[in-house]
């Protein structure tokens, strides 16, 4: 699957601010269409409110939509996700932050949005920031979403309040009150000799001691242990395939493929400062797709498809 976070853009150095609305980068997504047209790709674009509530970048995105070349979900940045009450700083960057009843009214309002621009109902949902809460699942289930996007396997958001998925894994799982609601975790894992001891090892590598002595770095360079995200975005193609393969091995089925919108304009995300970034970038997808399809024997798939494929072994 891939799953882009489709949202506005912002200086990722500096705070998060109300002010930032612009979505300019939405007119650039063609160019990852063209590739994932070639190799039967269905991306997910998970929106947030500038999106949702921009007239062109409707437009743009519909249009892809409407000849069934994309799907649509929600992404909640809430420091730009009226209702406006909260104090905008970290901890109130991720949604689950909130007071249960203001996440709710944002998600309301979003999910609003959304389904005006688009003639449909969101069924897929990614938290801004990863940023999952205590009230998030019920509220999920509330609102009509059948699948949440917003795990990260082995990774902790704690330094500035997110939450931790440290004992997280890479497999689907079903969550709600009846269970029939499906968490399909992007793609993040651990390769090298000591893979099988990376949910242990790994957070004791990388405290606050491990990372000023840069042992994380010491330990992927030697081949020991690395800890890798499926996504063009500051990792290179010979690293995600080699996350594919380790994955595979260890038992996954499910991969999900993610990145930013905006990083498809040179100088909106640090991943693509120039054009000759930007045409690596474009090409690690067209040649990760087809390692994937010719070489791990995998397909194209998307979030409700997966559901849907999962819940009826879940059933039976």
């Known amino acids: 699957m891939v799953v882009i976070d489709t949202e506005e ?54 249009g892809f939509a409407d000849k069934g070349e994309c799907r649509i979900g929600a992404h909640l940045h809430p420091w730009v996700n009226p209702p406006h009450e909260e104090p ?25 949005a959304i389904s005006e621009g688009f003639g449909t109902r969101p069924q897929v949902y990614k938290a801004g920031r990863y940023g999952v809460g205590p ?16 795990v990260v396997p082995h990774t902790r958001f704690t330094d500035d309040g997110g939450p931790d998925f440290t004992g997280v894994g890479f497999h689907p799982s079903w969550f709600g009150s009846a269970g029939d609601r499906l968490e399909i975790p992007l793609t993040c894992g651990f390769c090298g000799l000591l893979r099988g001891l990376g949910p242990s090892l790994f957070p004791r590598i990388s ?32 690293a995600n395939m080699r996350l594919a393969r380790s994955l595979y091995r260890q038992g996954c089925r499910v991969f999900s493929f993610t990145y930013h919108s905006p990083s498809l304009v040179p100088g909106m995300t640090p991943y693509v400062s120039d054009g000759e970034e930007l045409r690596r970038f474009l090409d690690l ?32």
Do not use: C
């Open 9 to 62: 853009e912002f200086d990722w150095s500096r705070p998060h601010a109300r002010e930032n609305t612009s979505v300019t980068a939405i007119a650039a997504q063609g160019l990852a269409q063209e590739i994932f047209s070639r190799h039967g790709i269905i991306p997910t674009y998970v929106i947030d409110y500038p999106v949702a509530s921009d007239p062109g970048a409707v437009e743009t995105l519909k």
């Open 88 to 112: 905008v700083n970290a901890r109130n960057s991720y949604p689950g932050n909130l007071a249960a009843d203001l996440e709710r009214r944002k998600l309301e309002t979003l999910t609003g």
């Open 135 to 150: 009230a998030t699942a019920r509220l999920l289930e509330d609102l009509g979403y059948l699948v949440d996007a917003s």
């Open 207 to 238: 405290g606050a001691a491990g990372m000023r002595l840069r042992v994380p770095g010491i330990f992927a360079r030697t081949g020991l242990l690395e800890r890798i995200r499926l996504t063009p975005e500051g990792v290179d193609l010979a």
């Open 285 to 316: 997808m067209d040649r990760f797709f087809g390692f994937f399809r010719e070489v791990l024997g995998g397909r194209p798939s998307e979030p409700l498809e997966v559901y849907d494929l999962l819940r009826a072994r879940h059933r039976s």
